[in-house]
C-alpha cells in the first residue's frame, strides 16, 4: 500500500511501513535500525512507535493525540497501517470479539485517522470506504 502511495519513489518508507512495528513487537532498538537500515527508516519506525508502558486505553489515546503531529511520511504509512488492520477485522475479526469490541476498535481507529486526514487522498479514501464497509458489516453480525 505504501509502495503504491509513493509510486515506489521512497525506500525508506516502503521499508518503515514494514517495521513500523519491529520496536514494540521485539528486542530490536531504533539503534539496530539505523545500523541495519539507516537512519531515515530508524527515524520514520521511532515516530510510529508507542510510548513503552502505556496501558491499552492509554496508549490508544496518545495515538490519537500524537496522529495531526506526526510527518507527512509518517502519516501515510499510519493510514495504511490502520486501512490494513480494518481490512484484517472486516475479513476475519477474531472469534472472542464481539460486535461491541469490532465497534470500539473502528470508532479508535477513525479517531486517530481524523489526525492523519489530508495525507494522501487516495489513501484517505480507502480508509473512509473500508470503515463504511466494516461499520455495516459489524452492524449485520
Do not use: C
Request: aromatic share 6%; glycine share 8%; hydrophobic share 40%.
Amino acid at each position: 500500500m505504501v509502495r503504491s502511495a509513493t509510486d515506489g519513489k521512497d525506500p525508506e518508507m516502503i521499508a518503515a511501513a514494514y517495521l513500523h512495528d519491529v520496536v514494540e513487537d521485539s528486542d530490536a532498538t531504533p539503534e539496530t535500525l539505523e545500523s541495519m537500515f539507516g537512519s531515515g527508516v530508524a527515524e520514520l519506525v521511532v515516530e510510529l512507535t508507542d510510548e513503552p508502558g502505556l496501558g491499552e486505553d492509554a496508549r490508544r489515546q496518545a495515538q490519537i493525540d500524537h496522529a495531526p503531529y506526526l510527518t507527512a511520511r509518517a502519516k501515510i504509512i499510519k493510514i495504511a497501517d490502520k486501512i490494513s488492520n480494518l481490512e484484517e477485522l472486516l475479513r476475519d475479526p477474531p472469534g472472542e470479539w464481539g460486535r461491541e469490541k469490532q465497534l470500539a476498535y473502528l470508532e479508535w481507529g477513525e479517531a486517530v485517522f481524523d489526525g492523519l486526514d489530508g495525507a494522501k487522498p487516495d489513501l484517505d479514501n480507502r480508509f473512509r470506504a473500508i470503515a463504511k464497509q466494516l461499520r455495516e458489516a459489524i452492524a449485520s453480525r
